[in-house]
């Protein structure tokens, strides 16, 4: 199974990780720099660039930077454009994929979604068959809003 890290402030992303059933590596405010050491997905909540600073340290961390496949964004989207900002951003930097979005802790369709995509992934297969999120159908200009 591909494996996969990911971070939480209030606990929402947290729950929906232990709703996934799957193992995931926390990043940890008190020692953020942890190798994950193979191909993994990261899922990040969205807040303002300051509060990310435990994801940096973690992305910049030996070849965490080199070793992501892909991303999944939680958020609120009572906040329009900056719904996900924290996955949208990192996306875009990086270069990587965002895998999916989700509000809060997720309903029981996004865990079943998010299984099916860490599945495919984990069995080499493209991730196709889940229905991205309208933010992710269509065009991505979004993402420009992001780019430096
Ligand atoms: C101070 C603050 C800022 C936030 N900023 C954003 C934001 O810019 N975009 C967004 O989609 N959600 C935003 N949210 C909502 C959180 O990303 C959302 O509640 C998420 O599920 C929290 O995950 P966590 O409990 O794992 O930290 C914000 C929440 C707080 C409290």
């Given at each position: ?99 999916y979005l989700l ?14 995509i860490v599945q ?29």
């Open positions: 199974m591909v494996a996969i890290a990911f971070y939480s402030i209030t606990g929402q992303t947290e729950r929906f990780i232990e709703k996934l059933q799957l193992p995931a590596h926390q990043i940890d405010d008190a020692n953020p720099k942890y190798d994950m050491g193979e191909h993994y997905i990261l899922i990040v909540p969205a807040y303002q660039d300051f509060m990310m600073d435990s994801v940096v340290d973690f992305l910049t961390y030996i070849d965490n930077k080199k070793n992501i496949i892909g991303i999944i964004g939680c958020g609120n989207r009572n906040f329009n454009d900056l719904f996900a900002q924290t996955a949208k951003k990192i996306a875009a930097t990086l270069k990587v994929p965002i895998l509000e809060f802790s997720g309903t029981s369709e996004d865990v079943k979604n998010v299984r099916k495919d992934l984990s069995a080499g297969e493209s991730t196709k068959t889940v229905q991205k999120p309208k933010e992710l159908r269509g065009n991505i200009s979004f993402l420009s809003d992001f780019r430096d």
